[in-house]
């Protein structure tokens, strides 16, 4: 494959885009190449601006679940942007939308309709603070909750220790009130509990953490986490930006069978258009303004074209038997990369529709971001490069998750196995 216009292009841009990126992971260092630069997409395939084709298994950072440009929403969509694309005024698409979730994710007694999952989570811990007016948050190390200054954390000396911030620019203060805890890991749970118990507003968690790859939750810890916060008066706060959507109608939360007290979705509830969303028990939300004192706002929010899309894409996924499909047919083609890529010492770890290719000492399963910290991420890169040149499209980062859409064929599916039996 030829890349000259792709690099052109990646030269261009960085005259007057820092890193010629808008998100860093786009800029491929980890792979070790130059950025590629979509033309069009449709379906699963993504054409780049040298006439290259991909199947894509990175879909927008999980976004397309129905497929690129899926013909139900792109049509609904084109309806709504004649009759103009946003108000600052209240339409009937966005209580729509938020009856649909309601109805999908019960726990979300009621929603706030945002533009971003980074603000989706920001506003939904400024919501559990002032629900129950303490402090302190308990996040995973290897969990991503977005950008907000208080979120980029990492674990602090010891384990029952306020974090520190992991980027330039965030005072250390900013960062104090965020607790950090290897996921997976119940003891240590219980020990930071044990000290900040009165003072921990919520835990928030990826309930499938995407982003070190996919790591299951063992030995019941979901409900671990249920269990604790309830004990404490502590919120329990799912992050379903990745998972709202994915795995089920329900999402990660019907999947385990587990109640959170908040919830963020995002991604697939806008169909390709910046939309999430923050919701939870009603007693909760009631707080928000204007009827309580807990403020959040945005002049977006609720835009009529990335409601229809939400709407749009969850109108097929509501379909009889979608899920079923999806699932069976990702476990199937999991099942057989496995078989092909185990024996080279490739384990590969999934729940649902989403997995990762780990590169880890043995091709043992990671069992939290320590785990996945021990990775090859030089021979990621190289199986990655491998896929790319024979147009695989893969997320471009061992710490990030590939998802298989309703619209992937078994052949397509197939034929990535046989590249997977190949690969030295």
């Known amino acids: 494959m030829k890349h000259d216009k792709s690099r052109q292009a990646f030269e261009d841009a960085t005259r007057y885009i820092p890193g010629g990126v808008n998100s860093p992971v786009r800029a491929l260092k980890a792979v070790g190449e130059t950025p590629l630069f979509i033309e069009k997409a449709k379906g699963v395939t993504l054409f780049d601006i040298d006439g290259n084709e991909y199947t894509d298994f990175c879909l927008s950072w999980g976004v397309f679940i129905a497929g690129h440009a ?126 900040y118990a009165d003072d921990i507003a919520a835990v928030i968690v990826e309930p499938v953490p995407a982003n070190m790859g996919v790591v299951p939750e063992q030995e019941g810890f979901l409900a671990f986490l249920r269990h604790i916060t309830a004990e404490h008066d502590s919120l329990l706060l799912f992050d379903e930006v990745i998972t709202g959507f994915r795995l089920t109608l329900g999402g990660a939360q019907q999947y385990y069978g587990i109640k959170p007290d908040l919830t963020t979705v995002g991604k697939i509830v806008g169909g390709g258009f910046p939309a999430a969303a923050f919701g939870g028990r009603r007693e909760i939300m009631q707080l928000l303004a204007p009827d309580g004192p807990v403020y959040q706002a945005g002049t977006l929010s609720g835009n009529p074209i990335a409601m229809t899309a939400g709407l749009s894409t969850l109108q097929i996924l509501s379909r009889p038997h979608v899920y079923e499909d999806l699932n069976d047919k990702a476990t199937r083609f999991i099942l057989k990369l496995k078989d092909a890529l185990e024996p080279k010492g490739i384990y590969i770890s999934h729940v649902g529709s989403m997995f990762t290719p780990y590169f880890t000492p043995e091709g043992k399963a990671p069992r939290n971001f320590g785990d996945v910290q021990q990775s090859d991420l030089g021979e990621f890169a190289r199986f990655w490069r491998y896929m790319y040149a024979n147009g695989v499209y893969l997320s471009p980062s061992q710490f990030e998750t590939n998802f298989v859409s309703i619209q992937h064929t078994d052949e397509q599916l197939d034929h990535i196995v046989e590249l997977a039996k190949d690969y030295k």
């Open 70 to 195: 899926n013909d139900s929403v792109t049509s609904a969509v084109r309806q709504a942007v004649l009759n103009g694309t946003s108000y600052g005024i209240p339409t009937l698409l966005e209580t729509q939308l938020a009856k649909k979730v309601t109805e999908l994710i019960p726990s979300m007694e009621q929603v706030r309709f945002v533009n971003s999952g980074t603000e989706a989570v920001m506003s939904a811990i400024r919501l559990a603070r002032g629900y129950t007016g303490r402090n302190y948050i308990l996040k995973f190390e290897g969990c991503y909750h977005g950008h907000a200054d208080h979120l980029l954390v990492a674990a602090g000396s010891g384990v029952a220790t306020a974090g520190r911030s992991n980027s330039a620019g965030v005072p250390d203060d900013f960062a104090k009130y965020t607790l950090v805890a290897p996921f997976n890991d119940k003891e240590a749970v219980k020990q930071i509990f044990s000290r």
